[in-house]
């Protein structure tokens, strides 16, 4: 299952599946093999050789014995870029989001445009550094929601694409 | 000495410069940008002028408005830092006619490194080996093609005007040779303003190597012990040592002398660096860094001299109050840049919010940092947040220290190069001291980190337990409904945990 955890205010995209070996845990795109065993009101949680006494209470969790404040503000496909908004017929509508916040510094494409999976959308500058926006896949552009040298953040839809 | 002194930079090279200024009786003037309102080094300074918006160009570049702010405020010298106008040759020479010092080289000798063609035949002309390459403008691509040729492949396109790593273009065949040189033309002109490159060789397994160089108003030249700076990922410094664990004291001397030399041939003023690559051997010139370095703690710590205090001292007229004799080695120093980059997403830039921030102490132990928890790191500037620096008696002592400090350093919030410096501080060829340039990517360090850290470990077992507890299928909208906790539930529970008192029964609703 894919969901975003807020630890005290620092936030991780987390996935765990069920492997042969126990859950497979990846935060953040790190992965983890891990044995996780109910016992009573803690989960007793083995990470390689560490091991970990988890509480879970209301909005709290104790690991040990120190307290922290956790949050599931998303559950699932929610993070998985494109996201899947609507299913019609074959086609379907794809919001693109940047990867990291920063400046679009160059549009390459304009609503109607068909590009080519791989194709840069858009280009973002973040840090002195350029990152190309590519298409997820073939498709039309429906919708461009950005303006050269404006600055966007990481969750912002920068365009719309449909796939057939 | 000046009594007031303008630092036209941020982050943690302008509080590092300010600490300095303080210690020297000197009032400190920051400036910073409107995205910058609560950054760190605007705290820090005695004072600071918001100097405009958040991009570059309109305030830390901005160089009308940072002389306007240094004459408003009464500065008697600018200290750039490094980047943003550091090399600007036409920034110092706007200082000069404004009657205000600048705290570096003259424009002329600044005008002079910075052109990457002009400094090598300097450098040629003082006596220096300089690294193989052609000395002009490569105008087009067959004429690429032929020197290419001469040289022999693998080649390096790298723009005349270029610095920081960006605009140059490796070319290991013949017919990759005309996209590179299209490509690093139009990087260089959207850097640097300038298309223009030349050619050089590109040196396998070679070892970047450089001087640290100090000269006083009258032309006294000092040296400083080499510091390797070989661990690099698209030409950009990740880790640089001190000494170097493959120069010999006879090569360190000769690397010492023509470094000095080279600098004074130009008529260089106050610090400067000399870079070297190492090869089979022998080295030869690189170019030179007109700027005080990023690195310069390292040189610091092995030295126990205090490089901006020299700069100061040399750009009030006086001279740098050591001499070379002084500057006997002790120990093993080095660096690991923390920046605001995800290693595991090819670093990735991380601009955000740091939420936790907990520096490593210990003996030995250096951070220049410009961050603090709680601050908000913009996606406008360089990503470095912090240098963590380390002093050991031997090279292995200091590797120690660092594995430990890499280790204890916490920052959340942002993803940052800590696992990076956690993996790297682990690969057997540096810990034998047998490094080269692109020794990152020629191990494949990054795509065989495992691990984030002990607190993303913590979060994984988090996660793992919240799913087992059935909380995670749940979903968010759960979290709406629950009714809030009374701090007097709360704290019933508490002392429930702690074994004392007594508790509001545990409601099984989860």
Redesign the interface.
Known sequence: ?R?R?V??????D?D?ETGPRG?Q?R??????T?V?R?AQ?T?V?R?GR?S?R??????R???GEAS?H???????DLDERPTRRVRDRARRAVDVRP?????VVRILVRPGDRVKKGQTLVVL?????Q?EIPAPADARVTDVRVAEGE?VTGDRVIAVLEIR | MFRRLLIANRGEIAIRVARTAREMGIHSIGIHSQADRDALHRRTMDESVEVGG??PAQSYLNIEAILRAAKETRAEAVHPGYGFLSENAGFARRCEEEGIAFVGPPAKAMALSGDKIASRTAMREAGLPVTAGVDRVVRTVDEARALAATLGYPVLFKATAGGGGIGMSRVDRPKDLAAAFESARSVARANFGNPDLFLEKFLQRARHVEVQVLIGGRGKGLGFVERECSVQRRHQKLVEETPSPAITSSLRRKLIDAAVRGLRSIGYRNAGTVEFLFHDGRFTFNEVNARLQVEHPITEMVTGVDLVRQQLLIASGHEAELSQSELAVRGHALECRIN???P??NF?????RI??YSEPVGPGVRVDSGVAAGSGIP?????LVAKLVVHGRTRSLSIRRMQGAVEAFDI??V?TTL?FHRAFLRETSFLRGNLWTTMVADLRTIER????GP???????????????G???M??AL?LE?PR?SAWA?AG?RSQ?EGGGHAVP?RRR?
């Open positions: 299952m969901f955890l630890v005290d205010g620092d936030s991780h987390v765990v859950l845990v935060v953040d795109d790190a992965a983890y891990v996780a109910p009101d989960v949680v990470i560490r970990y988890v509480r879970v209470h209301g909005d969790v104790f690991v922290h956790f949050a599931i503000p998303e559950v699932a990867p990291m916040p920063g400046r500058e973040a840090m002195k550094m990152n600055s | 958040p991009l605001a980059e995800d595991l997403r990735l830039p991380s601009p955000g939420v936790t996606p406008y500037y360089d990503p959340r919030g993803h696992p980190i495992r691990s984030r607190w993303e470990e913590t979060v994984a077992a988090i996660a793992a337990a919240l799913t087992v507890r909380r995670v299928a979903g968010p979290a629950r906790t709360l529970r945990f545990s989860w």
